[in-house]
Structures are given as structure tokens and as C-alpha cells.
């Protein structure tokens, strides 16, 4: 079977300035893969390039073979790749039920016909609540998105990432900013979205997150690949504890 | 009220609602007027020099000012916030210089000829385009430009073509503003560039920013106030435009989110709400 | 002839370049348009009108200006600006203050009738000149071109040395980290609307003082003009604007040389939408690219 997600010898500089250095990296289908990496080491100028946000410089990017380098950002996500930000971008002024249903792919595809939509009212609704409760926002469903907390921010986010029915979610630092607590409920909530997707991308400082969902671990500085393996094996790598981390090895592990 | 009062209000209801239109994905035209000012030309010639019937004539107005409005609003669409006022402000200077120098239509002199109009079409139109908005605000469409109004990269993330939606949106908010420029040129059978102005353009936006731009209501007050305030106040006499100016500014002060500030929610879960 | 011609663009120039420059100050420290700004400008001419009508020399009419359009900047701020600090209240306060515009051009009409009125200087004022390497220079030009120069040249001494010039330009980099670092915001923006506002009352006199006339519908020919020009400079970025006007009057004064009058008229807005679509911050913006940062 083909990768879900293969990107090859991808360059992104702006200006002078080299973000991604010539990276390749695959997600194998079933995976959730982890990227690490020191601010600035081109993470998520690495998933802005496989989301359609930027254009890479050179190299390729191709979701189950068929090659998406060159492709605008909504077709992008019409061909499954859907993301959530490092800095929650929420629609604010809508509520949580409008924020899921307005990814529907049967509107956002051919947005002027959504306007003999009424039809499908009811039906809408229950598809969207589905994932809503999914979430465990079933109580909040008609709360205005910007008066929520920074963790049901997160997780309509997220099922506002699941409602555009994606074979690959991409996920940037979904944790930061969280306490223990929390980062715990956002791990069960990551391992819930697996079952319906084909692949995940994390991309993560928080340790407990990387070594409780990632599969596998690329770890990344100046725009290059550090370090590929199993979590425990690039996060004991000399190189990665090294430049990303300046910690000691008890933090590790 | 008058009944010519009553037909201007009708028309600046229309001509809000073309800037609402537009300005629901997030788009500020400033161009409006003049796309007023194609329709009201295009409409004026067909029937008054080519003996086109009113309605056909309306209607290709319309049409030619979607297509004009398509093709100045794509590379207009490609600037954003300041700069997209004003590349819009540039489309109005533009369409009066053109009429102005277009002998053709009578260049500065202005053309007449037209038609007249009555009560019934007027208001009819009122109606058939309000509750085409009001459709399209209960429908997913809605949702969709709101995505786009509200972040236009989440709204491309989640798979929307937001060039295209942009873009139709001006070009229906452009064919709008064509067919209320229609129904005042043929409304006051006579119509000359300086009917046009950038003020004009100005004028239109400020309907729909003093009414509220979240709902389609919002543009029809606003409309109302500023075509009638204008006439309520003539017993002050000449001061009446200073007097007019300064209770805009007074009524912006005092409603800053505009006059009908709510949204409404497109859709409930139905289910109790958390405590 | 065509020397002459770029000799009228200079001063036509000089004095786009003064309205441009206040808006892009209003524009850098507020992120905001000011529609008033240009019936500001306007109004400029009819401190020339108040000033040969008090007796005094004509000269006083600059301070006068000065001092004019920096309190009707002031009232602008307070009523059109202040209030509207929201993401939203951008467009809203633009159209404030185009209100208040039509408030300025109401009263003055009132005042001072809706056609153009004579400043009853002599004439000979505008006859007075001197032949210079072959080229006929009218005396009046010249003095606005100097005036304009020296207004411009006074206007980067202080932006660039002085305190306020300081506190400006940080206000103008980032006014929340500029208000952090104790910068009394509030009070920048009002120095700013002043000086921004006698700038354009300085324009407007010269305007005045060159046709021999004051003149209360330029505000919206002439004075949105240099709205165009500040994008084609770069929003907010004062050197920008300076070129600009120049460049479109000298540019103006060429098209109306090979009778391209009419046409001179909308050069201006074509020229912002070229250098806008090749360069969508201006010939001298930065180029930010925020959004994209995600």
C-alpha cells in the first residue's frame, strides 16, 4: 500500500532565510507521526507546505501518490488533509454546531449551491452534532466559539478538522499551553480521532504527548532531518538531546 | 412621505443590500456607485436609443455589470483591507471619468429618456431580492461566506475556493447595485455623471455600516434613516447638510457596532445548554 | 515649455506630497484612514481668504494654518477616531470623519459661498517673475516650492530627532509595546492628527496662494488624489509619500504637456493600481506578510 503522505527533498526559503532544507519524510498509512524539532527548525513552515499554505521551493509533496506540491490550499483540503494551528484559528463569531458544519464538504465544495441547501436542515445538524458530542462538546454546542476555554478550543478545532472528512490531520503543537491535566484529556482525544483517520502528523515539544501517540519520531533542526526512528530512540539520540533539548537526560525519559 | 421619497428609499435599500452582499465575505466595495451608475447607464440607452423593453433592459444591465464587476474585482480581490478601499474608490473614479468622456451618453451633460418607474416595481423588487437574502442567510451558504468573512485561510483550509466566492459575490453584489441604478435612472428619467460620485459610492457603504453589518436587516435601516433624515430635517433650512454630517457623526458615536448589531445563529443543536 | 511643465509639477508635487504625508502618519500610527483629511486640506485655502480679510500680512497665513488645521485635526481625532478602536471600527471611523468632512464643507459653503472664492491678492503677484538659465520662473512658485521643501525638511528633523518624533514613530511600530514602554499613546495620536492636519492646511494655502483663489470642492478631487498616492508611496511610510507626490505631479504636468489633460486626471489611480498589483505594499511598504504566518 502507498504511503499516505510522502514528501521529497522539500525546500522552503523565504528570502535569504532557509526554513526547510531539502526534507523527505513519509506517513504510513495507520501511523501517527511525530515531528520534533527547536522553535525555528522549520516544523511548521514544514506543515503550512503540506497544507497548501505555503508554495515549497523545490521538491514534492504527494498524498497517496497523486502529487499535491502545486495544488491551491482549498483543493488541498478537498483531498483530505485537514489541520488544526499552533494558535487556535476558530471562526469566532459562530457557535460550536456552526463552526462544525460549515466544513461540511458537501457545501464548502460547491459553496453556491449551498444556497438551495435548506433541505438537508436537520440531517446537517445531526451529522455535525455526531462529531460535536465525538468531542465531548455535546452541552456547549450553541456557545458562541470565542467565549470557549483554550481546551474545548482545542477539541472544535479538532472536530471541525474531522467534519471536512480527512484521510490525513496534521496537528501543530496542539498542546501547548496546556497543564498535565489537560494534556491527558487531549491525548484520549488524539487516539479517538485515529480510528477515523488514515494517518496523523503531530508536531510537538511536549515529551509525554510524543511518546504516548507518535508512532514514530522525525526530529528536525535548521530545516533538516535530525533523526527518524521509534519515539525512545531519536529522543535518546546525542544529536537531538543536543540541539533541541539542553536538558538532562532524566527529563528524557 | 412623498411618494418620490418613498421610491429613493426603496432604491438606497436595494443599493445597501449590494454593498451587504458583498461585504459578507469580508469584502468593503467602494465601487458600488459606480456599478449604480452601469446600470443606470446600460439600462438608459437600451430603452431610450434601442427601444429595448424595460425588464429585458433591466436585466441586461444587470448582467453587464456582474461581468464588469468579475472583471475589475479580480485583480481588485487580490488587495486586501486599505488597499482594496481604495482600488475599489479607483473603479468609481474610473466609471465617471469613462460616462463623462463617452459623447455617445451625452458626456457631462448626461443622457435622458427613460422610462419612469412606479410604487409596485419598486417595492416588488424590495421584496423578491429581500427574501432571496433572507433564503440565503438561513441557508448553508451563509455559513460558508461567514468562513470566509471570518478567516479566509481557515475558510481555504476547510476546502472553500475563497477567490471564487469573493468573486461571486461581487459580481451579484455588482449586477445588485447595476439594477437599483436601473430603477433610478428610470425613476428620474434623466441621469448625468455627477449622479455618480465617489460620495454616492461612500454614501451606500455607510447605509450598511450605520445599520449593522451582521444582518440583513441592519442595511435597511440604515438606508431608511439616511434617505429620510435628510428630508425630516428641512425645516432647519440651510444648515440642513452641516446638521446632516454632524448626526451621522453623533449616531456612529453612539451605535459603533451599528444600529442592528446582532448575527443570527444559522443553526441550534436543540439540545439543553450546559448550566 | 516642457521645463516649465516640470516646474508646475514640482509645485503641483510638493503640495500632493504634504497631503500624502499626513495620511500616511494618521495611517501609520492608527492603522486608520481619515476621510476629513482632505476638506482639511480644503480649508487650508480659506485661511488665505480669513487672512487677507483681517489686513494682516500674508504671510502670517501660515502659523495661521497651521494652528487652523492642527485644532480641526484635533476635533477629528475626538469625535471620529477616539471612540473606535475595535478591529470593526476601522471602517467606521473612516466613514466618521468623512462625515465630519461634509460638516467642514457645509460650514464653509455657509461662510464663504459654494463657488470659488478670490483671495484679492493683486495680480501682479502673479505676473512677477525672473528669467533664469533661459527659463521663466514666476516668484509665487518658487515660494511654495521653498515653503513646501522647508516644511518637509523641518517635518524629518522631527520625526527623525525629537522626542515626539521618537515617540511617533514607536507608536507607529507597535502601540501596544510603544504603550508598555509608558509612550502616552493617546497623546501621540493627537500630535500626530496635528501635525498630519497642518500639513494638508499648509497644502491647502498653497494651493490657494498659487491659483489665486480658495476653492471648497478640491477637497474631494485634489485631496483623495494623495489618498492614491500614499498607497503607490507605501502606507504609513513618509519618504514614500514625499516621492510619490512629487513623481505624480511632475507626471501629471508631463501628460498635460502632450494633451493628455483629461486623462491626467485618473493617472494617478491607474498608477496605484499597477504599482498596487506588482507591489502590493507600495513602491517603498515593507513587505509583511503576517497572515501567512500561521
Aim: hydrophobic content about 50%; some cysteine.
Amino acid at each position: 500500500m502507498s504511503s499516505v503522505l510522502s514528501v521529497d527533498g522539500v525546500t522552503k526559503t523565504f528570502g535569504g532565510l532557509v526554513a526547510v532544507d531539502s526534507l523527505s519524510l513519509t506517513v504510513e498509512p495507520g501511523e501517527a507521526l511525530g515531528i520534533l524539532g527547536p522553535n525555528g527548525a522549520g516544523k511548521t513552515a514544514l506543515i503550512n507546505m503540506v497544507s497548501g499554505f505555503y508554495r515549497p521551493t523545490a521538491g514534492t509533496i504527494r498524498l497517496f501518490d497523486r502529487e499535491i506540491t502545486d495544488l491551491s490550499l482549498h483543493q488541498i483540503g478537498r483531498l483530505g488533509i485537514a489541520r488544526t494551528f499552533q494558535n487556535i484559528r476558530l471562526f469566532r463569531r459562530m457557535t460550536v454546531l456552526e463552526n462544525v458544519m460549515t466544513a461540511n464538504p458537501r457545501y464548502t465544495r460547491k459553496p453556491l449551491r449551498a444556497f438551495f441547501g435548506f433541505g438537508g436542515r436537520r440531517h446537517d445538524i445531526d451529522e455535525a452534532m455526531a462529531l460535536v458530542e465525538f468531542m465531548g462538546l455535546a452541552d456547549r454546542a450553541d456557545r458562541i466559539a470565542g467565549s470557549l476555554p483554550y481546551g474545548d478550543a482545542r477539541r472544535l478545532e479538532m472536530a471541525r478538522a474531522l467534519a471536512t472528512g480527512p484521510r490525513l490531520l496534521l496537528l501543530d503543537e496542539p498542546g501547548a499551553g496546556m497543564n498535565e491535566e489537560e494534556t491527558e484529556r487531549l491525548i484520549a482525544d488524539i487516539h479517538k480521532c485515529r480510528e477515523r483517520l488514515a494517518a496523523i502528523v503531530l508536531i510537538e515539544h511536549d515529551m509525554t504527548m510524543i511518546r504516548k501517540i507518535a508512532d514514530r519520531v522525525v526530529a528536525m533542526n535548521y530545516g533538516r532531518k535530525m533523526a527518524e526512528g521509534r519515539p525512545t530512540e531519536v529522543l535518546s539520540h546525542p544529536e537531538v538531546k543536543r540541539a533541541y533539548l539542553g536538558t538532562t537526560e532524566g527529563e528524557l525519559v | 412621505m412623498s411618494l418620490d421619497l418613498a421610491l429613493f428609499t426603496g432604491i438606497n435599500i436595494l443599493l445597501a443590500w449590494s454593498v451587504y452582499l458583498i461585504l459578507l465575505t469580508g469584502t468593503l466595495s467602494f465601487a458600488n456607485g459606480a456599478f449604480m451608475a452601469l446600470g443606470a447607464y446600460v439600462s438608459g440607452v437600451l430603452t431610450a436609443k434601442f427601444g429595448i423593453g424595460y425588464m429585458p433592459a433591466m436585466a441586461m444591465a444587470a448582467a453587464a455589470s456582474a461581468v464588469i464587476g468579475v472583471l475589475t474585482g479580480y485583480p481588485a480581490l487580490r488587495t486586501r483591507g486599505i488597499y482594496l478601499i481604495l482600488v475599489t474608490l479607483a473603479i468609481t473614479f474610473f466609471v465617471q471619468t469613462a460616462i463623462e468622456n463617452t459623447k455617445f451618453v451625452g458626456g457631462v451633460q448626461g443622457m435622458g429618456g427613460m422610462m419612469g418607474t412606479s410604487f409596485e416595481i419598486v417595492y416588488g423588487s424590495v421584496i423578491v431580492v429581500g427574501a432571496l437574502i433572507w433564503l440565503l442567510s438561513r441557508s448553508p451558504l451563509q455559513r460558508v461566506l461567514d468562513a470566509v468573512r471570518e478567516d479566509e485561510h481557515v475558510a481555504g483550509a476547510i476546502g472553500i475556493n475563497v477567490v471564487y466566492v469573493r468573486l461571486a459575490l461581487f459580481g451579484i453584489g455588482a449586477a445588485l447595485a447595476a439594477y437599483a441604478g436601473g430603477l433610478y435612472a428610470h425613476h428620474m428619467f434623466f441621469v448625468a455623471p455627477d449622479h455618480f460620485t465617489i460620495i454616492v459610492s461612500v454614501f451606500i457603504v455607510l447605509y450598511v455600516i450605520m445599520g449593522g453589518v451582521n444582518n440583513m436587516w441592519g442595511s435597511v435601516v440604515g438606508a431608511v434613516i439616511l434617505t429620510v433624515l435628510p428630508e425630516a430635517i428641512r425645516f432647519i433650512g440651510e444648515w440642513r447638510q452641516g446638521v446632516f454630517g454632524l448626526l451621522i457623526v453623533i449616531l456612529l458615536l453612539f451605535r459603533r457596532d451599528g444600529i442592528l448589531p446582532f448575527r443570527s445563529v444559522t443553526a441550534r443543536s436543540g439540545r439543553k445548554a450546559d448550566a | 515649455m516642457l521645463a516649465e511643465q516640470v516646474i508646475n509639477g514640482l509645485v503641483l508635487g510638493s503640495m500632493y506630497a504634504l497631503i500624502a504625508i499626513g495620511y500616511s502618519l494618521v495611517f501609520g500610527v492608527l492603522d486608520k484612514l481619515t476621510f476629513a483629511h482632505s476638506e482639511i486640506f480644503m480649508f487650508g485655502g480659506y485661511v488665505g481668504v480669513l487672512t487677507v480679510a483681517l489686513g494682516v500680512p500674508i504671510w502670517w497665513a501660515i502659523p495661521l494654518a497651521i494652528v487652523v488645521a492642527g485644532i480641526q485635526g484635533l476635533i477629528t481625532e475626538l469625535v471620529s477616531f477616539r471612540k473606535f478602536n475595535t478591529p470593526d471600527g476601522h471602517i467606521t471611523a473612516a466613514l466618521s470623519s468623512f462625515a465630519a468632512g461634509i460638516v467642514l464643507i457645509d460650514v464653509t459653503q455657509k461662510f464663504w459661498g459654494s463657488d470659488p472664492k478670490d483671495l484679492g491678492i493683486p495680480n501682479t503677484i502673479y505676473t512677477a517673475s525672473t528669467e533664469l538659465f533661459g527659463l521663466q520662473i514666476v516668484y509665487i512658485k518658487l515660494a511654495i516650492l521653498i515653503v513646501t521643501l522647508l516644511i518637509m525638511i523641518a517635518l524629518q528633523i522631527l520625526i527623525a530627532r525629537t522626542r515626539m518624533g521618537r515617540n511617533i514613530r514607536a507608536v507607529a511600530e507597535s502601540s501596544t509595546t510603544a504603550s508598555l514602554l509608558g509612550i502616552d499613546v493617546k497623546r501621540v495620536t493627537q500630535q500626530t492628527f496635528f501635525i498630519a492636519s497642518a500639513l494638508a492646511g499648509i497644502a491647502g494655502l498653497m494651493l490657494a496662494m498659487r491659483g489665486g483663489f480658495a476653492d471648497p470642492n478640491v477637497g474631494l478631487s485634489f485631496g483623495l488624489k494623495a489618498l492614491a498616492i500614499m498607497a503607490i508611496g507605501g502606507m504609513g511610510d513618509v519618504r514614500g509619500a514625499m516621492i510619490g507626490g512629487i513623481l505624480i505631479g511632475v507626471l501629471e504636468g508631463l501628460a498635460f504637456q502632450y494633451g493628455l489633460g483629461k486623462l491626467s486626471e485618473v493617472l494617478v489611480w491607474v498608477l496605484m493600481i499597477v504599482v498596487l498589483l506588482v507591489r502590493p505594499n507600495g513602491l517603498f511598504g515593507r513587505s509583511v506578510n503576517r497572515e501567512l504566518r500561521a
